[in-house]
């Protein structure tokens, strides 16, 4: 598990200009990424696959916090519900409850790792968690990869496995 930049922070700014009839209004959403511990020649790189996911659902965390119109014109009402409808189910993984509700009861994300502590870690498979579920539900392994991601964990590969990096719960 070796990163090569930080993990991204994300915080969303809104830029405020001054309008002489409406008075104040947001024109224009500043995206400012940020990492810690440290910025890597002065630019955050996201190289990871959930760097995106953190940054999506911050972008779609603030314009649902602040009402921001969609501001694809759309002609007809077929349009707009037909867009609506793709947005609510994309928004979701498929399965996404019943893998939060299993994997979350007992596991949570992590970004550290002591492979010697098998108690506190563990990783699985996305193979491992279909067969968990298979007497529940009939997914795939992109679904299961789209929610854990969605759920922020993070893959790793150790001991030549590639798996979901998960810490138990205190």
Request: glycine residues 4%; hydrophobic residues 40%; aromatic residues 6%.
């Amino acid at each position: 598990m070796n990163r090569a930049t930080p993990i991204p922070n994300v915080v969303i700014t809104p830029t405020v200009a001054a309008d002489s009839e409406e008075g104040c209004k947001v024109v224009n959403i500043v995206i400012d990424v940020q990492a810690t511990p440290e910025i890597s020649n002065g630019f955050v790189v996201l190289d990871e696959p959930e760097d995106l996911h953190i940054l999506r659902r911050a972008i779609d965390k603030y314009i649902k916090l602040h009402n921001i119109p969609n501001t694809n014109h759309m002609n007809t009402e077929e349009d707009k519900k037909s867009a609506a409808a793709d947005t609510e189910s994309e928004s979701r993984p498929r399965f996404l409850d019943v893998i939060e509700g299993v994997i979350n009861a007992e596991w949570r994300p992590t970004r550290g790792f002591n492979p010697d502590d098998r108690h506190r870690f563990r990783i699985l498979s996305s193979q491992d968690i279909v067969l968990q579920l298979a007497d529940m539900v009939d997914m795939e392994l992109n679904d299961v990869a789209e929610a854990m991601l969605f759920l922020g964990y993070r893959t790793i590969v150790y001991d030549d496995s590639v798996g979901w990096l998960l810490e138990r719960r205190p």
